[in-house]
């Protein structure tokens, strides 16, 4: 078979390393934290008028550990080869781009800040410059999916820690700005039975279930497989460290899930050993299918569930339909007949 031009473009890219790529996982961490750390200050530190916090310094500082992983040693040194687009290994350039463009958020941030004062509550999620920083982070964080895409390389150890520990950096710094419709720090099932409660609770589920899905997807559309753990590093980045902004009032609906995912990523599992074709079907339908009754039980155990059967069990369905035709998007498409 002829190999085409994409095929010799990406077999001649320079690649990164798996150290490489693990410290630039680990580093996410860091700016996921102080992202976490900044967003509890906002939310417990009502004096908060300045942009010069030492909870941005975390942030920031989380921010300039990434950027270093992310450049070549060479470049820092002066001493690139060859042409520009070679500078960087494959999958780091888009790092590199949300590098720079965090930068011009952070400036533009520190302006806004300085001219209007600091946000609360949903504004500060909202604000152009966060997110701005929100897409530049993301990019930024999402480099050793790209990079262990770029290298094609098959299931292994070393291969994959670093794409689980970016997808737990990515997942929850997408929780942490949409917190507002989290179920699992709001527990809407277990809130008063008033309709507009209970529309809110219905989108919070869909949304957070896409979420969940959409995370656990992207990295089967990048890798061709869905790493051991990753559902359940995913649901438990959703889940759990939004707590930390409400000061985990409703735990047990935050941990319970937990038990659901490891049980969703057992289920994908065997799917994939015995019908790989059927893994984003698999993905979009279990995860909601598992994670959100055993929610409920948590919701049951801290709070009482309050929704009718209908509503509750009504939820579980919808979002594992929602799942599933998102999930169908992802098939693979039938070879035609040959003639």
């Keep these: 078979m002829a190999t085409t031009v994409t095929d010799r473009t990406i077999a001649t890219r320079p690649v990164s390393t798996h150290r490489r790529e693990l410290l630039v996982a680990l580093a996410t961490l860091w700016l996921t934290g102080g992202l976490y750390l900044d967003g509890w200050a906002h939310s417990h ?15 920031y500082s989380g921010y300039t550990v990434l950027t270093l992983t992310l450049v070549p040693p060479a470049l820092w ?9 070679d500078w960087f290994p494959a999958g780091y350039g888009l790092g590199v781009l949300g590098a720079v463009l965090f930068a011009v958020g952070g400036a533009v941030d520190m302006t806004w800040h300085t001219l209007l004062g600091i946000e609360v509550n949903i504004e500060a999620l909202l604000s152009p410059p966060h997110l701005l920083l929100l897409t530049a982070g993301s990019l930024m964080i999402a480099t050793p999916i ?12 070393a291969g994959d820690v670093p794409v689980l520990i970016c997808m737990i950096s990515a997942t929850a710094v997408a929780a942490f700005f949409l917190n507002y419709l989290s179920p699992f720090t709001d527990a809407p099932a277990g809130s008063s039975g008033f309709r507009d409660a209970q529309v809110l609770g219905l989108a919070q589920y869909l949304t957070y279930s896409v979420l969940m899905v959409g995370a656990t997807l992207f990295v ?3 890798l061709g497989r869905v790493p051991v753990g990753l559902i359940t590093l995913v649901v438990t980045a959703a889940a759990v460290p939004n707590g930390v902004l409400r000061d985990f009032e409703h735990l047990s609906a935050q941990l319970y899930p937990l038990i659901g ?7 994908v599992q065997w799917v994939a050993a015995r ?5 984003p079907p698999a993905v979009g339908v279990l995860i909601p299918l598992l994670v959100w009754p055993t929610h409920l039980i948590g919701v049951q155990v801290s709070l009482g569930v309050t929704w009718t059967e209908e509503l509750w069990s009504g939820v579980v369905v919808l979002t594992a339909l929602a799942g599933a ?3 169908g998007l992802f098939l693979p498409r039938a070879a035609p007949d040959a003639e």
């Design 45 to 59: 530190v009502p004096e908060l008028e300045t942009f010069f916090t030492p909870w941005h310094g975390v942030l």
């Design 77 to 85: 040194r002066g001493r690139p080869m060859g042409p520009v687009r």
């Design 146 to 157: 790209r990079a262990a895409a770029a290298k094609r390389s098959g299931p292994g150890l």
């Design 220 to 222: 089967w559309s990048r």
């Design 261 to 267: 995912a490891v049980l969703a990523d057992v289920a």
């Design 275 to 279: 019908r790989g074709r059927l893994v």
């Design 325 to 327: 035709v998102l999930g």
